[in-house]
């Protein structure tokens, strides 16, 4: 049987560290600041796709997670950790 949700009920375990990494952005990154970034490097993302991949609420794609990794200055394999 094939897993589709993380062991908290989630749908991605990205988000949590996503929002921790937009936060702490210099200068301060907004959902919609994010949305518009990721908008330029080819992803149809608006403010409300952030928020609910954040939230756990909607899946990432391998595409999305390499474009946001790239935005936010880390690794796919940071957006996948634990810590």
Excluded: W
Aim: net charge positive; charged share 30%.
């Amino acid at each position: 049987m094939y897993k589709t949700k993380a062991p908290d009920g989630k749908l991605n375990i990205s988000g949590k560290k996503i929002s921790q990494l937009r936060m702490k952005m210099k200068p301060k990154c907004s959902q919609r600041k994010l949305a518009d970034i990721l908008q330029l490097q080819g992803l149809e993302f608006s403010k409300n796709t952030v928020q609910c991949i954040e939230s756990g609420k909607r899946f990432v794609t391998d595409i999305e997670l390499k474009a946001i990794a790239e935005v936010l200055g880390v690794t796919v394999d940071e957006l996948l950790s634990d810590e």
